[in-house]
Nanobody, 126 residues
Framework: VQLQASGGGLVQAGDSLTLSCAASGRIFTSYKMAWFRQAPGKVREFVAA???????LYADSVQGRFIISRDNAKNTVYLQMSSLKPEDTAAYYC?????????????????????WGQGTLVTVSS
């Protein structure tokens, strides 16, 4: 599956921003979708994930501030970010992992995700 992320930009602390990731090439509902981020000089970290049936998983650092969702009809996954903080500044990447079992679980590790978008930059000023 090919992924195209968009929606990044420069915002102030406390602002909101929504990222989008459009998928193409495969059956979207066959994939678990996730957002990761990577700040300069830091390792890539998990942000949020959503399964085909809309189950979700969040990193502790964004729980209660970010919402991940997907529109299976539009082959798109979203990340609604609110109460943004300067420490949220990073390149945000969407990722896809094929569903291999009806008993799937969502992963915070980047390892199972085998398709990645190009990244969209979010900068939060204080």
């Amino acid at each position: 599956v090919q992924l195209q992320a968009s929606g990044g930009g420069l915002v102030q602390a406390g602002d909101s921003l929504t990222l989008s990731c459009a998928a193409s090439g495969r059956i979207f509902t066959s994939y678990k979708m996730a957002w990761f981020r990577q700040a300069p000089g830091k390792v890539r970290e998990f942000v949020a994930a959503v399964g085909p049936r809309h189950t979700t998983l969040y990193a502790d650092s964004v729980q209660g501030r970010f919402i991940i969702s997907r529109d299976n009809a539009k082959n798109t996954v979203y990340l609604q970010m609110s109460s943004l903080k300067p420490e949220d500044t990073a390149a945000y990447y969407c990722a896809a992992e094929p569903v291999r079992s009806i008993y799937y679980s969502l992963s915070k590790s980047p390892d199972p995700y085998n398709s990645w978008g190009q990244g969209t930059l979010v900068t939060v000023s204080s």
